[in-house]
């Protein structure tokens, strides 16, 4: 696997609900990615914070903050999204040029 499959597949990891194919693969993965295994290190923190608070805070609170989550999320998407569409644009022109160029 790689960094951006790890990524995608860490909160199902720390959350324990991958099968043990693919639990071992981010296993060995992690063995040897020190910046997936911060990542991983990050959300078992986050876990472990979010069942700590959960009994004293408001559920109004525990919505709101899944709502901003789920809205940076929505943001990054569309950044990633942006950025694509700049590159798909770059390589078009890029296209014609060298078409031109073969044209003369």
Known sequence: MNCDEVYELLPVYVGG???????????????????CRREAA??????????????????????????????????ESLAALETLNQAIGVTRSALKLT??????
Do not use: D, T
């Open 42 to 75: 990050l959300l078992i923190r986050l876990r472990l914070a979010q069942r700590e608070l959960a009994p004293i805070l408001p559920e109004n609170v525990k919505k709101s903050a899944f709502r901003l989550i789920e809205a940076q999320k929505r943001s």
């Open 99 to 104: 078409y031109e160029l073969v044209k003369i």
């Open 17 to 35: 609900g991958l099968g043990s194919g693919e639990r071992g693969q981010i296993a060995a993965h992690l063995a040897v990615c020190g910046e």
